[in-house]
């Protein structure tokens, strides 16, 4: 079950049921604290099952060298999240929109300064396996004289200023 979110099926809010850290601060990560434990809450609760989920996802997919896509979340435009009410800086780690590119955020209902930050992602997601760059940028250039390399360019025809025009 969501730890920090609960679901409001008839009225549409996500409501953020975690308080403010010592700080002042609340952190949701949209993939964990909103995706990945509201489809947990969705199967746990039958009363939740009678509605479509409310969040969507695209990316993710695995890119070649050990990337991935990003993933963007996308809150069904009917549905909204509703800030802890107390003041306090929430911010939202990861890709978040409303499918309508309307705010997805509502006010407190109490009388709550909330300032809110989205740390978004670029679409693609760290490279896992940095052992290929590693061995490219540490490898020698007379390792690549095959035919039609630059190497072999440089190798036979060209010094390195001449092939740079320093010459």
Known sequence: MGQKVSFDEIN????ITV????????????????YSDGKEDWVA???LRRFQFPITAVG????PGGA????TFFLASDWKIRPYDANHR????????????????????????VRIMQKVSS????VQDTSIAGAVWDS?????????TTGKKLGNDLTIQDYLGLQ
Request: glycine content about 14%.
């Open 12 to 15: 549409k809010i996500i409501n």
């Open 19 to 34: 308080a403010p850290d010592a700080n002042g601060d609340i952190n949701i990560d949209v993939k964990e604290d909103l």
């Open 45 to 47: 609760n039958e009363n």
């Open 60 to 63: 993710g997919n695995p890119l």
């Open 68 to 71: 991935a896509l990003g993933t």
């Open 90 to 113: 929430l911010t939202i780690d990861g890709n978040l929109y409303a499918t309508d590119g309307s705010d997805p955020f509502l006010n407190t209902i109490g009388n709550y300064t």
């Open 123 to 126: 679409l693609v997601d760290g």
């Open 140 to 148: 020698k250039l007379e390792d690549y004289t095959g035919e039609g």
